[in-house]
């Protein structure tokens, strides 16, 4: 079968015992995911990163009144204030991003603007 033979192949009839679409999601509340959070980000060349050292300040591009980013699995999923409990960082969520649609075609960049109906 080519390429596009299996492209155009229809899917099997379902018998409807398969879990609807957004089924029983309890079955993933054991997956493991990886939570970072990102506080800011820098370019710099390859020289420079090699020449830090101990006592290197490495600027970012985040003030520091802003809110950080909380990646899951590497996407951002919300935004927080960076607390301290005990000895500890901790994250303090003060937003959350609304899901988005699959379909959309996700490739990490922001969606381009709409064009303008008017114009």
């Avoid at 935004?79 to 301290?84: F, H, I, L, M």
Wanted: charged residues 30%; without cysteine; glycine residues 10%.
């Amino acid at each position: 079968m080519s390429p596009e033979e299996l492209e155009r192949a229809p899917l099997p009839a379902s018998d409807g015992s398969a879990a609807p679409a957004g089924g029983d999601l309890a079955r993933l509340f054991d997956v493991t995911v990886e939570l970072s959070v990102e506080v800011g980000r820098t370019r710099m060349t390859l020289g420079q990163a090699l020449s830090l050292g101990p006592g290197s300040v490495v600027a970012l591009n985040r003030s520091a009144r802003e809110p950080v980013d909380l990646l899951v699995n590497g996407k951002q999923v919300a935004r927080g204030e960076v607390v301290v409990i005990d000895d500890d960082f901790g994250l303090r969520i003060t937003e959350v991003n609304e899901l988005e649609d699959e379909s959309d075609g996700d490739d990490g960049e922001a969606p381009a603007p709409a064009a303008d109906a008017a114009a």
